[in-house]
């Protein structure tokens, strides 16, 4: 029998129950409280902004922003290099690890998933999922609306048209737009 937890295994990628992971349910608290803070701010609290997310997340390079308001999962899957900003709206939810890269703007409503769920329909009605990564690389633009698949990984300088549902990887420098987007 596998001994390990529920958070374990949603780490490693592989199928787990959150409804049994004491330390998921912890850890997705906290994530709430965190956020909740973080979207209770006025424009004008923009020192306090900063300590809260780099609590919230796994890393946040310099320069980095999130307009409020902001969802996610646990934060700590998160990582944001330098520059990256991120308008309002945005959902990540980041049961698997979402990386971002330098400079890369992300407009309203964007959301960006890792959480996953079995194809099989016994395994569903057990609760179990799962998650893969994302990764967006360096200098991405990604317009309002779009939605980010698991598994996609999105190539340096490329654009994602607004309202598009990124369903494949993407390569450096391509435009994709629609719904799959090509």
Not at 16 to 30: F, H, L, N, P, T
Request: charged fraction near 20%; aromatic fraction near 6%; charge should be negative.
């Amino acid at each position: 029998m596998d001994q390990r937890s529920e958070k374990e295994k949603m780490l490693a990628g592989e199928l787990y129950r959150a409804v049994e992971g004491d330390e998921i349910i912890a850890d997705s608290i906290r994530a709430d409280t965190l956020t909740r803070q973080y979207n209770a701010l006025s424009r004008s609290q923009t020192s306090q902004a900063a300590p809260i997310l780099n609590e919230l997340l796994g890393s946040l390079g310099e320069g980095g922003l999130i307009r409020a308001p902001f969802y996610c999962d646990f934060g700590y899957n998160i990582h944001l290099g330098a520059r990256v900003f991120i308008n309002f709206g945005c959902v990540m939810l980041d049961v698997a690890k979402i990386e971002i890269g330098e400079g890369t703007l992300i407009g309203t409503s964007v959301q960006i998933l890792t959480a996953d769920h079995p194809r099989d329909p016994e395994l569903r009605k057990q609760g179990y999922e799962s998650g893969i990564p994302v990764k967006i690389g360096k200098n991405v633009w990604i317009g309002s609306g779009a939605i980010i698949l698991p598994g996609v990984i999105i190539g340096d300088d490329a654009i994602i048209g607004a309202g598009s549902v990124v369903t494949r990887n993407v390569a450096a420098g391509a435009t994709v737009k629609g719904n799959p987007a090509k």
